[in-house]
């Protein structure tokens, strides 16, 4: 079989056995699929797997939650090699790229949600002509099942993430004015802060519950200085929880501590009103996190006092 992906023709002898997902959402797509016999690997993970996911998971290696190495992705010994990011396989790699691979012979799947976005060099912080959306998703779905020889097993999956889609969107189709403000972490309350915009994942997540992104950029990831995050003035500030715990601002405790006890950040208007959510940081990268997530902050605006 072969398949076009990111402009690339790549061609399978035969359907994975010892697969490695490079990235959360490769991972939970490959183990929804019910795939998780046939994986060598994951790397990367900024939140835990989804608990409907858990015992599938536990099934399969976790080499770490951060950037591996070429010699531990190499120690695998996979068949196909599947990510979520760029920054995971593509051209400027941090830890392998497609062409090492090919030198391998061991075919590569990158996720069509990377390559929606600008892959200019200068654009550090990504960008898209045009908003995200889940139908890349489920190219990648169709795409994975595929290649594994389970396409009957996408159908319901797909069907089932497209009737959530609709519901949503018909709950918060009249929300009006509201606009959300996403922080996805910062190194400190010194730092800039690194927000969700453009039209990537938050916008998408901005769009579906009929808000308003309170950042007005063209990135993906832009980063802002707390006195411009107050400028913008958001209806609903989200706090995102990034597991991985590598700065002191990536569990939403610590930014909803930082928010509330900070002399100036606490007299935003959201702020005051407790018009605080929590998202996962995996939500505001391309996956199906994304979909989970917007469910989850739905649960959550609608406890809350909203103007």
Do not use: H
Request: hydrophobic residues 45%; proline residues 5%.
């Amino acid at each position: 079989m072969t398949i076009e992906n990111c402009g690339q023709s790549v061609t399978f002898e035969q359907a994975p056995q010892n697969a490695l997902a490079l990235g959360q959402n490769s991972a939970e797509i490959m183990l929804l699929l019910g795939l998780e016999d046939r994986m060598a690997a994951t790397a990367f993970w900024l939140n835990s797997v989804l608990p409907e996911l858990a015992d599938a998971n536990d099934k399969v290696e976790l080499l770490t939650v951060e950037f591996q190495t070429p010699e531990t992705v190499l120690s695998t010994q996979p068949d196909f090699v599947a990510a979520m990011l760029t920054t995971l396989l593509g051209p400027d790699s941090k830890v392998v790229k497609r062409s090492d691979f090919e030198i391998l012979g061991i075919p590569t799947y990158l996720s069509p949600s990377a390559c929606s976005k600008s892959l200019d060099a200068n654009d550090a912080y990504d960008s898209r002509d045009e908003m995200w959306s889940m139908n890349l998703l489920y190219k990648e779905i169709k795409d994975l099942s595929r290649l594994f020889d389970v396409a009957d097993r996408r159908q319901a999956l797909i069907k089932d993430f497209k009737l959530r889609e609709v519901a949503l969107r018909e709950q918060f189709a009249a929300n009006g004015d509201l606009s959300f403000l996403l922080w996805f972490s910062s190194a400190s309350p010194a730092d800039d802060a690194y927000l969700g915009g453009g039209n990537g994942p938050s916008g998408y997540i901005t769009d579906i519950l009929g808000a308003s992104n309170a950042i007005k950029t063209e990135v993906d990831w832009p980063a802002g200085g707390w006195e411009g995050i107050m400028a913008a003035n958001p209806t609903i500030f989200f706090a995102a929880q990034v597991d991985r715990n590598r700065w002191e601002l990536d569990t939403a405790e610590n930014k909803i501590d930082f928010l509330t006890s900070d002399p100036t950040v606490s007299e935003m208007d959201a702020v005051r009103n407790g018009r605080i959510v929590v998202i996962n940081g995996a939500a505001m990268n391309p996956s199906i996190r994304t979909l989970y997530d917007a469910e989850q902050v739905a649960e959550q605006l609608n406890a809350l006092d909203l103007p």
